[in-house]
């Protein structure tokens, strides 16, 4: 087989993480089955990189620079044929892919549903007034708070998983939310207290999938990756991601979208903005064909149609933070 990296092998780059991971083994897993000749020892190499996102915990997303840090270094180590596939939580990936990357795959979405933790009480609402949420997320904190003004959001409970619950163990926190398909994917369910359907928390724009990168001149990766692809996975992320681009969100604007397929076969899409403290909640939802050009038509008129009813000044501040960042 010829192999085109460096290395002498394909190379596969995930953050280091637990979680990621567990993405990256699953991604490899899936092409040495459908690929015979990646089963081969040594055909697939797993490279780990620490991206800007997980060397930073001492501060919120937001204040740092957002979704790209999680994803920055992969994308060079990429450019600069230092690796020849990313994976990548899509929830992390910014709207605007870097020059000479594509994106070709999404595997099949896992749960897109948030999952609650907790010592003491069996689901939000039996949280005591008063009790300390822990969460990186604004989306999960405006939605949290709009139903539940009474709750106190602890905003920068940020590390990975296994850090999270072992300081919700340690009562630095009462509650947790944690997204349930990374759970799933670390076979650590057995955490979970209750699950929060997508009316009671909407999901962040593309939570639960997986995506995966190569160089856009390199057509030999692109075909194994492309093999690997889930179509309806990647309609719907692409509906979701012409959402977000529409909005132009950063982390320190609270946005969330979903689209799914219906039990007739359509799309169904939901987009929610929100301000962080969670006095303002807009929502609103669309319904149509399941296909590429439709969803993402989908996706951006929610998009104005939310910024519209938002008015002026109600994303300035997390556009000026793009702008700077």
Do not use: W
């Not at 320190?252 to 301000?275: H, M, Q, W």
């Amino acid at each position: 087989m010829e192999l085109v990296s460096n290395l002498g092998r394909e190379q596969l780059a995930e953050e280091d993480s637990p979680l990621a991971l567990a993405q990256a083994y699953e991604t490899r897993d899936k092409l040495m089955a459908t690929h015979s000749e990646l089963a081969e020892e040594g055909a697939i190499q797993i490279v780990i990189i620490k991206t800007t996102g997980d060397k930073i915990l001492s501060q919120p997303l937001a204040d740092i620079g957002g979704k790209g840090l999680f994803t920055k270094e992969i994308d060079e180590a990429l450019i600069n044929c230092e690796i020849d596939i990313a994976v990548h939580s899509m929830k992390d990936v910014p709207t605007y892919l870097p020059e000479k990357t594509i994106l070709p795959c999404n595997l099949q979405r896992e749960d897109v549903r948030d999952a609650f933790i907790s010592l003491s009480a069996a689901s939000v609402a039996d949280l005591p007034a008063g009790s300390t949420v822990g969460t990186a997320s604004l989306r999960r904190k405006s939605q949290l708070l709009h139903k539940y003004p009474s709750l106190n959001v602890l905003e920068n409970f940020r590390g990975n998983v296994q850090t999270r619950l072992r300081k919700l163990n340690e009562g630095a926190v009462q509650a947790t939310l944690l997204a349930l398909a990374g759970l799933k994917r670390l076979n650590m369910t057995e955490n979970v207290t209750s699950i929060l359907s997508t009316d009671e928390m909407l999901p962040a724009v593309a939570q639960g999938a997986i995506g995966i990168a190569c160089r856009s001149n390199d057509d030999k990766m692109a075909n194994y990756i492309a093999s690997l692809n889930h179509e309806e996975t990647r309609l719907a992320v692409a509906s979701e991601r012409a959402f977000l681009e529409t909005l132009d969100g950063s982390c320190r604007t609270p946005i969330a979208g979903y689209a799914y397929k219906d039990e007739d076969g359509n799309c169904i899409f939901k987009g929610l903005v929100a301000s962080p403290d969670g006095t303002r909640v807009l929502e609103t939802s669309r319904k149509g064909l399941y296909a590429h050009e439709d969803m993402v038509m989908m996706g951006k008129d929610a998009g104005k149609e939310l910024l519209s009813r938002a008015g002026p000044g109600f994303f300035g501040r997390a556009l000026m933070d793009l702008l700077i960042f």
